[in-house]
T-cell receptor
Framework: DTAVSQTPKYLVTQMGNDKSIKCEQN?????MYWYKQDSKKFLKIMFS???????INETVPNRFSPKSPDKAHLNLHINSLELGDSAVYFC??????????????FGPGTRLTVL | TQLLEQSPQFLSIQEGENLTVYCNSS?????LQWYRQEPGEGPVLLVT?????EVKKLKRLTFQFGDARKDSSLHITAAQPGDTGLYLC??????????????FGQGTILTVHP
């Protein structure tokens, strides 16, 4: 069984469209994250939810809106897509999110290409 | 300016060689982690170090946390083609209020040629 899964794996879309990426974890973790990895492989946190509550909200355009219907799911909705949104988006989860040694488990990533 | 400066960005070596990747900062971290990422997959945690001066070994990989908890290194002995991948350091800032927030270095793409 996949611990952290994301759909879709690949997403190709036109500028201006709205799209969503879904993430699910079956590890029973309380905390989930969204990261963006750019073309230079730099990984940067975007959002984090703990038990459906938003706890980290980095400087991300408000076109990006995370939604956590329950603690096993964290979806990312992006409005009015721009060329600069092209990247690989990773979902991750961790047991608590509070411990300094908490391990984050990453999903396989969603490669978003905006044309 | 990156909070965590990772070097080198690229490393191409022959099988059997040794290598070291560095992760440096002017900030103090509560913990520092090293991840490995293969193409088309997410990062996978290799190790977490939390105590200044701590050294951890994972087979041919040796990880060290600086005494002042501002830097870390990853040393691979007798590299093998299977070690090829992207290595990322990530730290949790000391005194940080946003728990779970990791700051990543730029990554090191390692290629080990047979």
């Amino acid at each position: 069984d996949t611990a952290v899964s994301q759909t879709p794996k690949y997403l190709v879309t036109q500028m201006g469209n709205d799209k969503s990426i879904k993430c699910e974890q079956n590890l029973g973790h309380d905390t989930m994250y969204w990261y963006k990895q750019d073309s230079k492989k730099f990984l940067k946190i975007m959002f984090s939810y703990n038990n459906k509550e938003l706890i980290i909200n980095e400087t991300v355009p408000n076109r990006f809106s995370p939604k956590s219907p329950d603690k096993a799911h964290l979806n990312l909705h992006i409005n009015s897509l721009e060329l600069g949104d092209s990247a690989v988006y990773f979902c991750a989860s961790s047991r608590q999110g509070r411990g300094i040694t908490d391990t984050q488990y990453f999903g396989p990533g969603t490669r978003l290409t905006v044309l | 300016t990156q909070l965590l400066e990772q070097s080198p960005q690229f490393l191409s070596i022959q099988e059997g060689e040794n290598l070291t990747v560095y992760c440096n900062s002017s900030s103090v971290f509560s913990s520092l982690q090293w991840y490995r990422q293969e193409p088309g997959e997410g990062p996978v945690l290799l190790v977490t170090v939390v105590t200044g001066g701590e050294v951890k070994k994972l087979k041919r990989l040796t990880f060290q946390f600086g005494d002042a908890r501002k830097d870390s290194s990853l040393h691979i002995t007798a590299a093998q083609p299977g070690d090829t991948g992207l290595y990322l350091c990530a730290g949790a800032l000391a005194g940080g209020t946003s728990y779970g927030k990791l700051t990543f270095g730029q990554g090191t793409i390692l290629t080990v040629h047979p």
